[in-house]
């Protein structure tokens, strides 16, 4: 019989041996970065982050993967600013750009959830500050169109505003009026009728929410969805408040030299101003997980199903989606002026990860540290690809440069 010094002695030898296995899948995705495809005949190169950081002049990285609906850990690299010494740890904020929208879209969601809005009706009906202007189409916006992707509404992305800038109101940006910096959102083709990824179109339901609450949108979101998902790190209020700046990446070129005045403000808010860490991006894809799972903590059941359901081109409710059945992807990427970025995670297998960087080549690294951890823990995709010479040299050349994250649009 098994004494009790026996059974304590068992345990912390298999976690242990769990924490073994877990730093050997670390160390090989820290030094197993791989290439978008490979020709064949020829060996298949591999890089180490550091590397790789150097390569595409990007100073910081953050990493969070998701394992058994866990995150399974979660660590960063290099520095928050060129030519400092401040370290990214895992409580570095960075800008989600992108992924902004389905967190927005969640928050949204949740109101839809408390009938406070309707996924169907024209959007105009409960717009107050600011209404979609009159279009020659019968079909109106609706938030299904909104998140979807597929409203007819104009502005794909927004470029921000460098610190001295002057920042319009959400109105101004709207209408496209000084000192906004973009054409104002308008229905340019019939609603319903195609995809066409439209920031402007979560600009709108940015102001819906702010009408239909009476809060400014960071409190809402925060209430809706950042707290009840303990996202400590995270936060849509912009400018980005002080208290945060000691801990927040600084945005950098694809030269390396830093964004001027450190990072851009987004008063698109629903659309780009997310700032957050990879793991608290992954509490939101784990509570996807669990959804599809069954748990309604967060989202009931009709809400999730319409939200994970592909409804314009690739796209569900916020999220970008990929795969069927048990591998069932929901992802988004993010790319702000400084920062890229992207969230994936599968629905059914409990695997998924988040990277994000502070800089503009940042893409290309992401995408070869998405490839070294799908390799590391058995993923059904993103695979190097291996190629015939006879392939075309512009799909080549484009690979070359470091391939892409699964949603990359602003």
Not at 195 to 222: C, I
Not at 230 to 239: D, N
Request: with cysteine; net charge positive.
């Amino acid at each position: 019989m098994a004494t009790p010094l026996m059974k304590f002695l068992v345990v912390l030898l298999l976690v242990a041996s769990g924490v073994f296995a877990q730093d050997a899948r670390v160390n090989q995705i820290e030094k197993g970065l791989r290439p978008a495809f490979v020709i064949e005949g020829q060996p298949e190169p591999r890089w180490s982050i550091e590397e790789r950081m150097a390569h595409y002049s990007v100073p910081g990285v953050s990493v969070a993967v998701i394992e058994n609906g866990k995150i399974a850990w979660a660590k960063g690299y290099g520095v928050l600013q060129v030519g400092e010494k401040q370290p990214v740890t895992v409580e570095t904020l960075f800008q989600a750009a992108s992924i902004s929208k389905p967190v927005a879209a969640l928050a949204t969601l949740r109101l839809v959830a408390q009938g406070k809005l309707s996924l169907d009706e024209d959007v105009n009906l409960k717009l107050r500050k600011w209404k979609v202007p009159a279009h020659q189409y019968r079909k109106p916006v609706t938030l299904r169109g909104i998140m979807s992707h597929s409203a007819g509404l104009t502005v794909h992305g927004f470029r921000g505003y460098a610190r001295g800038e002057a920042v319009p109101s959400l109105v101004n940006v709207l209408n496209g009026e000084s000192p906004a910096n973009s054409a104002a959102v308008r229905v340019d083709i019939e609603p319903g009728s195609q995809w066409r990824y439209s920031g402007g179109g979560y600009s709108v339901m940015q102001q819906l929410v702010e009408d239909v609450t009476g809060e400014p949108f960071a409190a809402v979101v925060k209430r809706l969805v950042l707290d009840p998902a303990a996202m400590r790190h995270s936060t849509y209020e912009q400018p980005l408040p002080p208290r945060f700046h000691d801990v927040a990446a600084r945005g950098h070129l694809a030269s390396g030299k830093m964004v001027t005045g450190e990072w851009h403000t987004y008063p698109e808010q629903a659309a780009a101003g997310l700032w957050t860490t990879p793991s608290d991006l992954a509490t939101i894809l784990i509570q996807m997980q669990k959804a599809a799972a069954g748990d309604q903590a967060l989202l009931p059941a009709a809400i999730f199903r319409e939200m994970s359901k592909f409804q314009s081109k690739s796209y569900g409710l916020g999220w970008g989606l990929s795969g069927s059945g048990g591998n069932l992807g929901v992802g988004h990427g993010g790319s702000n002026a400084g920062f890229k970025c992207e969230a994936f995670a599968y629905l059914g297998r409990g695997q998924g990860a988040v990277v994000m960087t502070n800089g503009d080549r940042g893409a290309q690294l992401g995408a070869e540290i998405f490839r070294a951890i799908a390799a590391a823990y058995g993923w059904p995709d993103r695979k190097v690809e291996i190629r015939k010479t006879a392939d075309s040299q512009a799909d080549k050349m484009a690979e070359l440069r470091g391939g892409r994250f699964l949603h990359p649009t602003r």
